[in-house]
């Protein structure tokens, strides 16, 4: 898949300002425990970018999402 195939689909929910709170303190929770001394605050990605948590790039990465397998796939 190229980005190129990437784009905006239809909003299915918008979050109110405590749910989306508590998506970001569970997500937190799993990538950023060794985020001591990276700048997540302004930048999410930072955990990965910063190697606060071990992460693939480029074509590993492409391949490694293309191994995983789900009863279904919602579209975005």
């Given at each position: ?7 905006p689909g239809?909003?299915l929910k ?23 001394g990276l ?38």
């Amino acid at each position: 898949m190229d980005h190129e195939d990437i784009a905006p689909g239809q909003v299915l929910k918008t979050f109110d300002r405590d749910e989306s709170k508590a998506i970001e303190r569970a997500w937190r929770e799993v990538f950023c425990r060794n985020g001591l001394g990276l700048n997540t605050k302004a930048y999410k990605w930072h955990i990965f970018s910063g190697g606060g948590y071990p992460a693939l790039e480029g074509r590993a990465a492409l391949q490694a999402y293309a191994s995983h397998v789900a009863a279904g796939y919602g579209r975005c």
